[in-house]
């Protein structure tokens, strides 16, 4: 009897021992997972430093941003490939949406990087040529069509023209604010007067009338609707002397 309770003894404590030995082993394992996770990390974030770090290095090398407007040259030749493969005159891609596409892909990345680059004359011609590829693209003329005829139509914008409306939307937007006026007098920008609203006079309030605006009236999605529209309030009020048009 005697024996056979020191033989459960026994197998209880190797029972016990091999417990620990796996709860060592489970412990050991989670600390090398997490400490090959946090050097993973550690080496993503090294990685994208020096990513971060060559990009400057190429923006700045000789002063001359090549890399950057090659990206750009880049984007704007795989949009256009887009566009070719997926627009034609008879089904896919109608004008609109290729000039969204155009929009938002090419003349964005333009806008907001050319900016800032110290641009010679052969990277301001070549922004100028990749956006004009893909205006003339966009609107489904030949490549080599009259580009003076395009900007009379005012078909498309040239990269001046992106870059100056960009700097006066943002003087205009940093006039605003006291933080972004102080931003515009340390780099000796002109701040742009900021228009004052007055509120109206109380029986402007009582005499004005205002309308709901009727739903479903989206530019673009519902054309016939807002023509329709139109029609009925031209109809309506073009008899009335007092009636005044303005441009919304």
Known sequence: MEASIEGLQGELRAKREQRIELQIQLGASRERE????????????DLRKERKGR??????????????????KTT????????RRVSNRNRGLKEDDVTCLVRTFAVSRVT????????????????????????????????????????????HKTMEEL???????QRIRLSQTEHGQA?????????????????????????????????????GKDDKRRTARAKAMTWKLEENPRVMYADA
């Open 34 to 45: 997490e400490a090959t996770a946090s050097l993973l990390e550690q080496m993503k974030g």
């Open 55 to 72: 990009t400057e290095l190429e923006q700045r090398s000789d002063g001359k941003a090549q890399a950057a407007v090659t990206k750009v």
């Open 76 to 83: 704007t030749e795989q949009v256009v490939g887009i566009i």
């Open 112 to 155: 907001y990087c050319a900016r800032y680059l110290q641009l010679m004359t052969v990277n301001r011609d070549t922004l100028n040529t990749m956006l004009r590829k893909a205006a003339k693209q966009a609107l489904g003329v030949p490549i080599y069509s009259s580009t003076l005829r395009l900007l009379d139509m005012g078909a």
């Open 163 to 169: 870059i100056e409306a960009h700097l006066s939307n």
């Open 183 to 219: 931003v515009l007098r340390k780099i000796g920008w002109q701040i742009e007067p900021v228009p004052i609203k007055a509120a109206l006079p109380e029986d402007w309030k009582t005499t004005i009338q205002l309308k709901p605006l009727p739903r479903n009236m989206t530019p």
